[in-house]
């Protein structure tokens, strides 16, 4: 079973920053396309970012985009999430995800073969 690890969620107001980890202890990350998403309350869950192994490329839904930044530290086995300018609706669970491959498929992963169990980001004043 795929089991993913995430956190620095917390309170942040507009306009702050906060950098979300993803982990896992079972396997390598850096062999697979990993992703986040998150849900708001009432919503449906979306894709936020995709990126493929060594940093090679990385990618963003239009929401998020020039905002977040998704990257790699391969040396210990962590995908961030590095999110500036936050705002009200960014507010969410957010997940991480890993594919089944290394190929993303737009901004999610393709085939998504195991989650997080999420962390919680709110923005407010």
């Known amino acids: 079973q795929v089991q993913l690890v995430e956190s620095g969620g917390g309170l942040v107001q507009p306009g702050g920053s906060l950098r979300l980890s993803c982990t896992a202890s079972?396997?390598?990350?850096?062999?697979?396309?990993i992703g986040w998403f998150r849900q708001a309350p009432g919503k449906e869950r979306e894709g936020v970012s995709c990126?493929?192994?060594?940093?090679?490329?990385?990618f963003y839904s239009d929401s998020v985009k020039g905002r977040f930044t998704t990257y790699r530290d391969t040396a210990k086995n962590t995908v961030y999430l590095h999110m500036n300018s936050l705002k009200p609706e960014d507010t969410a669970l957010y997940y991480c995800?890993?594919?089944?491959?290394?190929?993303?498929?737009?901004?999610?992963?393709?085939?998504?073969?195991?989650w997080g169990q999420g962390t919680q980001v709110t923005v407010s004043s």
């Open positions: 995800a890993r594919g089944a491959y290394n190929y993303c498929s737009g901004y999610v992963p393709k085939s998504v073969s195991g």
């Open positions: 079972e396997f390598t990350l850096n062999y697979y396309a």
């Open positions: 990126i493929t192994s060594n940093n090679e490329s990385t």
